[in-house]
C-alpha cells in the first residue's frame, strides 16, 4: 500500500526555519522511489492549493516558486526513500497546509497527508 507521510511541520516565528520531510513507505512505492518525481504544495486558509517545488527523480533538477526562492530547498534522499523541504527565514504569508505528492512514471500522483505550518510572531 503507498503512502506519503509528512513531518516537521509547527508554529514558529517570522525569520526562524523548519525542516519539512516526506517519509515514502509501502513495499513498490520504496523500491522504486528513485523513479518518481517529488513536489512539494501548499494550501493557505482560503486560497488555492499552490506548487512550491519540485525536485526530479535524480535530485538534480529543481524549481521553486518565485515566492519561496532564496528560503526554501527541496531536496531528496533516495537511499531513505524521502523528501525534504528546508524553509528558511519563514514569512508569515508562508502560513498553510504543506503536502507532498509523488508523481510515478505512469503518471499517477499520491498525496501526503499533509502538515500545518504557522508563521506568526
Known amino acids: 500500500q503507498v503512502q506519503l507521510v509528512e513531518s516537521g511541520g509547527g508554529l514558529v516565528q517570522p525569520g526562524r526555519s523548519l525542516r519539512l520531510s516526506c517519509a515514502a513507505s509501502?513495499?513498490?512505492?520504496?523500491?522504486?522511489?528513485?523513479?518518481?518525481?517529488m513536489n512539494w504544495y501548499r494550501q493557505a486558509p482560503g486560497k488555492e492549493r499552490e506548487l512550491v517545488a519540485s525536485?526530479?527523480?535524480?535530485?538534480?533538477?529543481?524549481v521553486h516558486a518565485d515566492s519561496v526562492k532564496g528560503r526554501f530547498t527541496i531536496s531528496r534522499d533516495n537511499a531513505k526513500r524521502m523528501a525534504y523541504l528546508q524553509m528558511n527565514n519563514l514569512k508569515p504569508e508562508d502560513t498553510a497546509v504543506y503536502y507532498c505528492?509523488?508523481?510515478?512514471?505512469?503518471?499517477?500522483?499520491?498525496w501526503g497527508q499533509g502538515t500545518q505550518v504557522t508563521v506568526s510572531s
Open positions: 505528492k509523488a508523481r510515478t512514471p505512469t503518471g499517477q500522483d499520491f
Open positions: 509501502g513495499f513498490s512505492f520504496e523500491a522504486y522511489f528513485s523513479n518518481y518525481a
Open positions: 525536485i526530479g527523480r535524480t535530485g538534480g533538477s529543481t
